[in-house]
């Protein structure tokens, strides 16, 4: 019987864990899904991002549809119409930092564990090396995001009632 030739392609199942090689640097990341991360992560900042790309030019253009400012605006509702991008805004901006506490107490205790001990690693160990605790960092920084832009959202909003409407 002849020998199979080894193949040039490397087993996948040489990467998971033994005795011998260590554990993957991001243990909790079964735990989160990955839209849940970056929903946590992006989801203030893209809800304040469409509010502002949308309640400014309708503001602006109720105020200055023209060459010169009005004293009132074009259309009434403005600040409802405003007002309603706040609210949604920050309901979005709200979810998204409910999402990422959740996402961050499931990963907050990930550890490296044994890998890093300094021994010498395979290649593929090594890339693994470079994640270690990856999830649990995109789970703080969407909380610390998501609380940021929750604050800028409510600020933003809260111009409604500070401004007056056009020059009047």
């Not at 260590?22 to 992560?41: D, I, K, Q, S, T």
């Amino acid at each position: 019987m002849r020998e199979q030739p080894r193949s040039a392609v490397p087993d996948p199942r040489a990467d998971r864990a033994t005795p011998h090689t260590p554990a993957h640097p991001a243990p909790e990341r079964a735990r989160v899904g990955l839209g849940a991360l970056w929903f946590g992560l992006a989801g203030g900042p893209v809800a304040w991002s469409i509010q502002t790309l949308v309640s400014l030019p309708v503001a602006s253009h109720a105020c200055f549809p023209r060459l010169t400012p009005l004293s009132a605006p074009v259309f009434g509702g403005v600040r409802g119409v405003v007002f309603l991008l706040g609210v949604m805004a920050f309901g979005v901006s709200a979810l998204a930092a409910g999402v990422a506490w959740r996402t961050w107490s499931r990963t907050r205790q990930e550890e490296q564990g044994a890998s890093g001990a300094g021994a010498r690693h395979t290649e593929s160990v090594a890339l693994l090396e470079t994640g270690e605790g990856r999830t649990r960092f995109m789970a703080l920084a969407g909380v610390m995001t998501s609380m940021t832009f929750l604050l800028v959202t409510a600020a933003h909003a809260a111009t409604l009632f500070l401004v007056a409407p056009c020059a009047g």
